[in-house]
């Protein structure tokens, strides 16, 4: 069959479905498989770079907010890829305005001048500051235009590929783009882009170009939106109120973008594997989208004004003079429109895998280790001396392309188990999307680690399968490992390991209540196991696998347990709620808790500013570094936090 633009009859139905499992046809080729066996080296750029691919202009102010202005304050250069050139229906106009004809190149610049004016604030200068603008020529020798502004030590990088929102026949581009393998795209061009020509691309291609960006800037931390969003049974009406897909809580162009970017990441990997054989080192995360809209909101008043403040100068104002003929700014989103849009985007951010700080244990002689994601693959960080602070390079144990989301336990005889969660198919256009929770258990204590284990997941489809969370587990007195994830449903699914090392098949536990993921897990004086999640009306409790019937209060995002005690933040607050209730950790994001004889509850957080803050006998202690990620672990007579930073090394801090 002859290759040809524009879309086949297939793809009106593929673009119809909108990603339903991301199951398409067979592939023209075949690229680089990752190779999950361990002992790969990895290899550090040795210094932090932030690097965020969104489907839209805004799509990172909107879901990956605070986190990007986080590290922007911390000095982190940022490199920010915009897939579409978000051009839609060329209409820019705020509800009163008077009609103007549609215009789809002068929309797409608008647009791209609005991000101008909201980075130029982020780096804290003048919204009108002027950028630096050029031409990035890219894999295959296409080419996008680049922005490029630098404040003092900070440099934010803009780069518009400008794939259209929309194929010739109205159906939606990037969707069908992941799904069918004959299709060609043709980029849009922005009244005034210093880039002057089209350049077409098909599904292979724009994989490629993505690798190419991310081999070249080389980042420490990847931000992404999400790949696999929840399943949501809305009415016709409702889903194009949400702006969503169909059966899908988030928009096509989102998902098949953030399914492109993680096919580019394990791409990357794979290719580092087959050539140079080293694995670059970087923590990836991604964030859901219109999720939001269905769920508690979890920013507090002041992250909150802080996050909406910066879509201002995106939204812009038809009587700005930025020096942009084209517009200034994407005038339907300006003003208070953020705070006061019904579908509430603005006002939450969530991780796709929540709670995915390394994994601390110590060793018989004292030292720690520290187990995370890396490059996609499962490491290990093991301390110098004892005490130390100092962490030796990472060994690599293989199992990619992981998510970011690794779980542990320990057994009774002190042997660690990991538990992560395998893209163990992601092929696109060419086959199957399928993800499974896999374990890598250690042989001995302190010792080397058996082959990785597939758990399979709680459900029987891949499209299903593709839902599941962040896995956490506890080992229970009697030496059972508990372990759980929210399945598709939005419930919890659990496996049992038996003291012998048998596992039970996958159960959901009891009721009907959807609850958000980032679990919490936790036993008590007991010994019985305690679990806790978020929902929609309040916070669901299973004690050993229980259901418990008693009113808990409401949470805005996940929630943690020490020896069977709930701590939680309201929606829309920053302080921490405990037994007794203020927990007296005010801040935003993700929360660990855990106890011992000697030292009582220990809290872990981050204060409003994202510096990582801990709760210790009584005392606040709020530490100078920034982290990706961090755990914490409890010594005998001290609090150790282990975090992952920016540059994508380990950091130890003792309060």
């Not at 609850?515 to 806790?532: F, I, M, N, P």
């Amino acid at each position: 069959m002859p290759r040809r633009r524009g879309v086949l009859a297939t793809a009106a139905a593929l673009g119809a479905t909108a990603l339903a499992g991301c199951s398409v046809p067979a592939p023209r080729r075949v690229g680089p498989a990752a190779d999950p066996a361990p002992g790969v080296p990895i290899v550090h750029t040795r210094r932090a770079q932030l690097m965020q691919f969104a489907a839209h202009p805004d799509d990172d102010l909107y879901f990956m907010n605070p986190d990007t202005q986080r590290m922007l304050d911390a000095g982190v250069p940022l490199v920010s890829v915009y897939v579409t050139a978000g051009e839609h229906n060329g209409v820019n106009r705020i509800k009163g305005m008077a009609e103007t004809p549609p215009d789809r190149s002068a929309y797409s610049s608008a647009r791209h001048q609005g991000l101008r004016q909201a980075y130029a604030t982020l780096l804290g200068l003048d919204r009108f500051t002027p950028w630096q603008k050029g031409v990035a020529t890219l894999r295959g020798g296409r080419r996008a235009e680049i922005n490029t502004l630098v404040n003092g030590g900070r440099r934010v990088e803009l780069i518009f590929l400008n794939l259209p929102m929309h194929t010739p026949r109205r159906y939606m581009a990037l969707p069908a783009l992941w799904n069918d393998r004959a299709l060609e795209l043709r980029t849009h061009l922005s009244t005034g882009s210093p880039v002057d020509r089209s350049d077409t691309y098909d599904h292979d291609q724009l994989t490629d170009v993505l690798v190419g960006l991310l081999d070249r800037y080389r980042p420490t931390v990847v931000q992404t939106l999400d790949p696999d969003p929840d399943l949501q049974s809305s009415s016709e009406s409702q889903r194009r109120r949400d702006s969503e897909q169909p059966g899908y809580s988030d928009h096509g162009d989102h998902t098949a973008v953030a399914c492109f970017s993680w096919a580019a990441l394990i791409r990357w990997v794979a290719e580092a594997q087959k050539g140079p054989g080293e694995i670059p080192a970087f923590v990836a995360t991604a964030f859901r989208g219109y999720y939001n809209r269905h769920w508690p909101k979890n920013l507090p008043p002041q992250v909150l004004k802080e996050k909406a403040g910066h879509l201002v100068p995106y939204g812009g104002d038809p009587d700005w003079e930025c020096g942009n003929p084209s517009g200034c700014g994407d005038y339907g989103v300006g003003g208070d429109r953020p705070l006061t849009n019904h579908k509430g985007w603005v006002r939450a951010t969530h991780h796709r895998w929540p709670g995915t700080g390394p994994a601390v244990v110590a060793r018989p002689d004292g030292r720690l280790d520290a187990y995370g994601v890396l490059g996609l693959r499962a490491v290990r960080w093991r301390e110098t001396g004892r005490g130390s602070g100092l962490w030796d390079d990472p060994t690599d144990l293989g199992g990619g392309p992981l998510a970011p989301a690794l779980g542990s336990a320990t057994l009774p005889d002190g042997r660690v188990l990991l538990f992560g969660v395998r893209f163990a198919a992601f092929a696109g256009h060419g086959g199957p999307n399928k993800r499974e929770v896999v374990l890598l258990e250690q042989r001995s204590p302190d010792g080397p680690f058996l082959a990785w284990q597939g758990l399979g997941t709680p459900e029987r489809k891949d499209d299903r399968g593709r839902r599941i969370g962040a896995p956490v587990a506890v080992t229970s007195p009697d030496g059972r490992v508990h372990l759980f994830v929210r399945n598709a449903d939005k419930g919890v699914s659990t496996r049992v390991r038996s003291a012998d090392g048998a596992w039970s098949p996958w159960r959901a536990l009891p009721g009907t209540a959807e609850v958000q993921d980032g679990l919490a897990v936790s036993l008590d004086g007991e010994g019985r196991t305690h679990l806790y999640a978020a929902g929609r009306e309040s916070v669901q409790h299973w004690v050993d696998g229980v259901l418990r019937t008693e009113t808990l209060p409401l949470s805005g995002s996940t929630v943690a347990s020490a020896d069977g005690e709930l701590y939680h933040q309201p929606p829309a607050a920053a302080r921490l709620l405990g037994p007794a209730a203020d927990a007296g950790l005010d801040g935003y994001g993700e929360v660990v808790a855990a106890r011992s004889a000697a030292l009582g509850t220990v809290l872990l957080g981050t204060d409003l500013a994202g510096r990582v803050a801990v709760r210790a006998g009584g005392r606040l202690r709020t530490g100078r570094r920034q982290a990706v990620s961090t755990a914490l672990h409890l010594g005998s007579d001290r609090v150790t936090v282990v975090g992952l930073g920016l540059d994508a090394q380990p950091w130890t801090w003792r309060p």
